[in-house]
């Protein structure tokens, strides 16, 4: 058994160790919250981010078919970072027997292609990788793994508004991104 006193040097290199204990535990938890702030970020962002885009006025509501769609452009303000732009956006717009008016992005919901109105077979048509969706937005053919993604609209005094929304490609449920 040892009882020899702790020395003033023991004390010291006691309290030494402590210091560095306290030190490294307090580096740990700042390296641990960086770490943590985008980890939690991408799992509750969406959560918090704001329910609903705003509305925007695309225009007049042209005249509507229920065979075939309407494509619109209209200028919206895009943000990217810090980045804010004017751009031009486009919709597909045609009133569905039983749904009415219905309001298409006009994004591929495979890889996020823009896709096309074939009028001669009356169907969508995706130029990249060949997915066909019919009229009510259904897949038809092709790679894309779920129908066209629909957008909220509305009509007020004879003008179109819509939120605009970007959903994951490649998907089969409509996830807002
Ligand atoms: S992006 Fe449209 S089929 Fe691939």
């Known amino acids: 058994m040892n009882n020899t006193l702790p020395t003033p040097d023991d004390r010291e290199e006691t309290s030494r160790r402590q210091f560095l204990k306290i030190f490294t535990g307090i580096i740990g938890f700042f390296i641990a919250l960086v770490l943590a702030v985008p980890l939690l970020s991408s799992l509750f962002g969406p959560l918090l981010r704001k329910k609903n885009a705003p509305w925007i006025k695309v225009g007049k509501?042209?005249?509507?078919?229920?065979?075939?769609?309407?494509?619109?452009?209209?200028?919206?303000?895009?943000?990217?970072?810090y980045i804010r732009e004017n751009i031009t956006r486009d919709i597909w717009v045609v009133s569905l027997p039983g749904r009415g008016l219905t309001v298409y992005s006009p994004i591929c919901t495979h890889l996020g292609c823009h896709f096309n109105w074939d009028s001669a077979k009356g169907r969508f048509v995706c130029p990249c990788h060949g997915s066909f969706f019919a009229l009510n937005?259904?897949?038809?053919?092709?790679?894309?793994?779920?129908?066209?993604?629909?957008l909220p609209s509305k009509v007020e005094n004879g003008e179109l508004y819509i939120e605009w929304e970007r959903f994951e490609p490649g998907t089969p449920r409509k996830i807002r991104v």
């Open 61 to 81: 509501l042209p005249e509507l078919s229920s065979d075939h769609p309407v494509n619109i452009s209209f200028r919206d303000r895009a943000v990217d970072a």
């Open 137 to 150: 937005g259904a897949v038809l053919a092709g790679p894309a793994p779920r129908p066209l993604d629909t």
